[in-house]
């Protein structure tokens, strides 16, 4: 599968106008993905959370349609183009995605845009939706998966805004008023701050015209802004931590990690498969000879500068200290180049084909498009089969041997940890 990715700048230069990728593929579907730049990387401790009140309140009305005047309106209305839609706050964009049939492209464009440029921010509503949002936190805070990932993220990047939470927190968002959304909001979404992709069987010249004309550009570099840029993203360092959260669960859930040192990324093809191949290897001790965890996993997470390798289990209390004794094992036996190397092949042979999958729908491509693009790496998107072709035995040991690291790890665990 080859990307043959068509760009397109509305404005004056790469950091004033929205910004289109698009994808000409034969198909009965197409579909678009609009993001904002926004999310807890461009926001200060003070508003965290705040893009997400966006994102609730970008639905709850538009100033520019009138039969749009309500969330049930606007859900009715996407649901009637197929009901395939998404939108969520990640770290560092505000993604709504829709997958239609042909001909409504244009009306998926009309809606998007709307939704995002059109909100129309009735005082009252928009602070009835902080009480939902506020709602939305206590269910991830009851959830222990998501209270987790939330308490691990915080930890390992204390002080820094890598470990801001996407939602917020119920302190913060409370003490948000209809004023700060209202600023944020004009100065963060509009125009010259988002990127839209676009995959489908419609030729680029016909899509860049109608992107341009429902996201109201033109080139006009004033109107359309300058994109919002983010903070000096400093990284803390490791140190070795435990931190427990007492709460009355059946399990324990557990997370470990590192931050990885800056230049990770040249080593990222060697990152994913050792990561894979760690949790193969995770699985078999704890899943397969001791039969203790059957949620478990390892993953090599990437954004911007930041680089983390990490593990998760959910076990019973009384193998807490057993599952770490077993899952450290593991991690040291590949650091120390005890790595089965039929492993690796195998997952280097799996990734490939799980990369060439992941593409099979349209939506599925822009996915790809916006993940590489958020990370810096549209450009080498061609590459990444080729680079795990060119991925040796050693290149993963060399990897273990460079990130792999017990003595400055984080420790989260939740649960009854006195059971």
């Known amino acids: 599968m080859k990307f043959n990715i068509n760009k397109h700048i509305y404005g004056s230069d790469e950091n004033r106008g929205l910004t289109l990728y698009h994808f000409k593929v034969s198909s009965d579907d197409i579909s678009v993905i609009a993001s904002v730049n926004a999310g807890p990387l461009y926001e200060d401790d003070r508003i965290v959370g705040i893009s997400h009140w966006i994102e609730h309140v970008m639905f709850k009305g538009s100033r520019n349609n009138v039969t749009r005047n309500s969330r049930d309106a606007i859900y009715n209305e996407m649901s009637l183009l197929g009901g395939q839609n998404f939108c969520y706050t990640d770290s560092m964009n505000v993604p709504l995605g829709m997958r239609v049939i042909v001909n409504d492209f244009e009306s998926s464009l009309d809606l998007i845009s709307d939704i995002y440029l059109g909100a129309k921010l009735d005082p009252e509503e928009v602070m009835k939706e902080r009480e939902i949002v506020i709602d939305e936190i206590r269910n991830r ?58 995959v489908g069987p419609k030729s680029f010249n016909e899509v860049k015209d109608l992107v341009g004309t429902y996201f109201r550009c033109d080139d006009n570099a004033s109107r359309l802004g300058k994109k919002v840029q983010m903070n000096d993203l400093i990284l803390p360092s490791n140190k070795q931590r435990l931190k427990t959260i007492s709460k009355d669960l059946e399990n324990i859930h557990w997370m470990m990690g590192r931050i990885l040192p800056t230049g990770f990324k040249q080593d990222k093809s060697a990152l994913e498969i050792l990561s894979k191949t760690l949790s193969r290897a995770v699985s078999q001790k704890i899943l397969n000879e001791n039969p203790i965890s059957y949620n478990r996993w390892t993953h090599f997470s990437k954004m911007l500068n930041a680089g983390v390798l990490m593990a998760y289990a959910a076990f019973d209390p009384q193998n807490f200290e057993r599952v770490r004794e077993l899952v450290k094992t593991e991690f040291e036996k590949f650091r120390t180049g005890t790595i089965p190397e039929e492993h690796i092949k195998d997952k280097i042979i799996a990734t490939k084909k799980a990369l060439e999958l992941g593409g099979a729908t349209t939506m599925d491509k822009a996915k790809i498009m916006m993940r590489f693009q958020l990370e810096g790496d549209l450009d080498n998107l061609n590459t990444r089969l080729k680079d795990y072709d060119k991925l040796s035995i050693d290149d993963v040991k060399n990897a273990a041997a460079k990130y792999i690291c017990l003595e400055d790890l984080t420790e989260v665990a939740l649960g009854h940890l006195s059971k």
């Open 141 to 198: 805070n009851d959830t222990p998966y998501t209270n987790l990932w939330d308490s691990f993220d915080a930890t390992l990047f204390c002080g820094s805004a890598f470990g801001r939470p996407g939602i917020g927190t119920i302190d913060n968002v409370s003490a948000l008023v209809y004023e700060d959304l209202a600023e944020f909001y004009q100065k963060v979404f509009f125009p010259g701050n988002m990127d839209v992709f676009v």
